[in-house]
Structure formats: C-alpha cells, structure tokens
C-alpha cells in the first residue's frame, strides 16, 4: 500500500524535544524506542513501549506521519494507510 498523506508533512517542522518521548519524560516512564511527528514535531515513543505515545498522539491530534527518531533509521510510518516508506 502506498501513504497518500505525504501532503501533510511540514518541512520545516523540529522535534519538540532532544531529550526522549516528551509523554514519557513528563510522566516520569520510560520508553524503548522514540518516532517524530513530521506535522508537529511531537516526539513520542513506540508501540513497543509501555506507554505507546506516537500512536496516543495519532489518535488525539490526527497527524497521520511519523519518522523514527532513532540514529541512523531513516523510515516513515504512515498510520492511516499502514505504509512503511523509507526516507534515506
């Protein structure tokens, strides 16, 4: 399947954090690895993690995009149409 909401990216968009999943270091939890919204710059951690806050954040704010924040990974998600894309 192929993402049809590459329109919704925002080139200009910055993490809203440097430090981890902002979820997970307001609530004092931990996370295993960490996405970035490309709408927002939300920075939320992954369905592996406790918590699952990228996908919490799809499903309050809608924002359909979210590219690993983890060095050297390159891959986009798309949840909406459940696509992998890569970046690089």
């Known amino acids: 399947m192929t993402c ?8 200009e968009v910055e993490p809203d954090t440097l430090d981890g999943c ?11 690895h960490l996405r ?9 951690c992954c ?6 806050h990228a996908t919490a954040h799809f499903g309050t ?3 359909p995009l ?3 924040f983890e060095p050297g990974e390159t891959w986009v998600w798309c949840f909406v149409d459940q696509a992998a894309m890569d970046a690089g």
């Open 36 to 44: 970035q919204c490309l709408r927002c710059g939300h920075v939320g």
């Open 4 to 11: 049809t909401h590459l329109d919704t990216i925002d080139p």
């Open 47 to 52: 369905d592996s993690s406790p918590q699952k």
């Open 22 to 32: 902002s979820d997970c270091l307001r609530d004092g939890t931990s996370w295993v």
């Open 66 to 68: 979210v590219r690993s």
């Open 61 to 63: 704010s809608g924002h």
